[in-house]
């Protein structure tokens, strides 16, 4: 069975750095590209990151271009989000999605996390 | 970017009842690369169409996609109590920059 199981989201001042983690289980990690999408409380939802499998290839949206980095350990199964300069508009619940077809990043997200909350505020 | 927009905002309808969600791009969609989600509330969001019409792994066969280009649709051929949601597109191109509709929720009548 996959599991995405994030962690680390937590109350952060404006300006300030968190890193997220996602931890997978159920199916062979390294294979897959791996994404960052995140949902503002009352809001839709928006794609953030994305790495291949491997870790050779990272997208990142514009909103967080330069401020945010994505990475993996597949020794670990483990997805990361770099978060620094946070502002109040990055307050979200932030979800690890597993990419549905094997190596490529062009892809649907077939399984989520539970989300991680995320507040910057002062 | 591509800009995904969905309609309508709020669909009311009953149990058995048909549910029609279009999902429009700014332009053209590589590939069919076009998938749809669920969202219940507190829930993350499910997978339920990828490649505009192909249903993922356990979705029931009353949910089905169509569509090319730019005009994209959702249909729930008898909505069942659980399918009463928030329902999302979503591009996946080959250019970088992927983007959700804002969403189209559907509520008992």
């Known amino acids: 069975e996959v599991q995405l199981l994030e962690s680390g989201g937590d109350l952060v001042q404006p300006g300030g750095s968190l890193r997220l983690s996602c931890a997978a289980s159920g199916f062979t990690f390294s294979t897959y590209a791996m994404s960052w999408v995140r949902q503002a409380p009352g809001k839709g939802l928006e794609w953030v990151s994305a790495v291949s499998g491997g870790g050779g290839i990272t997208f990142y949206a514009d909103s967080v271009k330069g401020r945010f980095t994505i990475s993996r350990d597949d020794s670990k199964n483990t997805l990361y989000l770099q978060m620094n300069s946070l502002r109040a508009e990055d307050t979200a619940v932030y979800y690890c999605a597993k990419g549905g077809r094997k190596t490529t990043v062009i892809t649907s997200l077939d399984y989520w996390g539970q989300g991680t909350l995320v507040t910057v505020s002062s | ?109």
């Open chain 2, 1 to 109: 970017e591509i800009v995904l927009t969905q309609s309508p905002g709020t669909l009311s309808l009953s149990p058995g009842e048909r549910a029609t969600l279009s999902c429009r791009a700014s332009q053209s969609v590589s590939s069919s690369y076009l998938a749809w989600y669920q969202q219940k509330p507190g829930q993350a969001p499910r997978l339920l169409i990828f490649g505009a019409s192909s249903r993922a792994t356990g979705i029931p066969d009353r949910f089905s996609g169509s569509g090319s280009g730019t005009d994209f649709t959702l249909t729930i051929s008898r909505l069942e109590p659980e399918d009463f949601a928030v329902y999302y597109c979503q591009q996946y191109g080959p250019s970088p920059g992927w983007t959700f509709g804002q969403g189209t929720k559907v509520e008992i009548k």
